[in-house]
Every structure is written in structure tokens, then in C-alpha cells.
């Protein structure tokens, strides 16, 4: 997306009323409307040239068009500062979603949620665990352990070699794998 493509007479007028500017180096704030309170939002509607679809533009993705003229189709506006409602150009760079996630994990931003606490978590820690000492107590192969427990003896795989639960995996091989 370009800027030229998606700007209208008095926009930029417009986006600078709404914006608190301060030195470079600190957070411009976006004074203007903001999806839960966190992200601006500059324009409703506004006709995507790329899909021709109607999008809503972020006051961020304005002022990285405003500044630098175009985001290449696929990229993302990421914040330095971790403020959503910065606009300051310098606080702002292009990155692909997996990077903005991986750099916001990277900075605490995403609680990594493990074992039970982790959303898709289906089985409480015991069954789990159990996996360990039926292996490796009782000496039972992986098909026999997924029966008995009634999993899936891919799960009983990964949790072995470490691929699930690896926070709890060091743990239990130590305790049951001797």
C-alpha cells in the first residue's frame, strides 16, 4: 500500500491535529479514537488498493505512510516502544507477523502459557507424568501407554522426546529414566 493510493485532501491536516508530538526520541500519542483503548484508528472505510476491500487505517500505518510512502503487501507497522498508541515514526518498523509475535514474546508481552495452563491443554499434569513412569517404571511400549492412558501415541511420543511439555520433560526423565 502506498501512500499517494490511499491519502485524501486535509487527511494530513487532519492526522497532526490528533496527534500529541514530543522529541524524537519519546512517544507521539495518538489523541484521537482507539479500539479498546489501545490502538488509534485514523480512517473507517478507507478503500484498500491491493484487495479492494474496505479497510479501517490505523493512525500507527498512517504515520508510516505519511513518513516512509508505502508497506509492502504482507508486512506489518510493529512498535519499538510497545506503545500502541504511538505514531512517532522512529518508534515504528515493518515486520512480518511471526516476527512481531516472536519480538513481543522475546519482550515478555506474551505470557508463554505451559502445560495446564496452556489453552489447548487437554490432560491434567498426572496423565502426563504417567506417561514417564509406565515408559520407563513399567517398561511398557508406546502403543500399550496410549491405551491405557487413552491418548494418542503421538502425544506419548513427543512428551518423550521432549517436543510437549518441555518445561516439565528434564524433570521427569531424571526422576523416571535411570
Sequence with gaps: MKFEEINRPGWTEQFWSKVHRARKSECWEWQGARY?????????????????KHITLKAHRYSYLLHFNEIP????????CDNPGCVNPHHLYLGTNQRNVQDAGDRGLIPHKKGTEHGRSKYPEETIEQIFVLRYINKLPLARIAKELEISEGLVCDVLSGRRWQHKHQEWNGKYNR
Design 73 to 80: 503487501t504482507g508486512l506489518l507497522v510493529c512498535h519499538h
Design 36 to 52: 479498546h483503548g489501545r490502538y488509534g484508528y485514523f480512517k473507517d472505510r478507507v478503500t484498500d488498493p491491493n484487495t479492494n
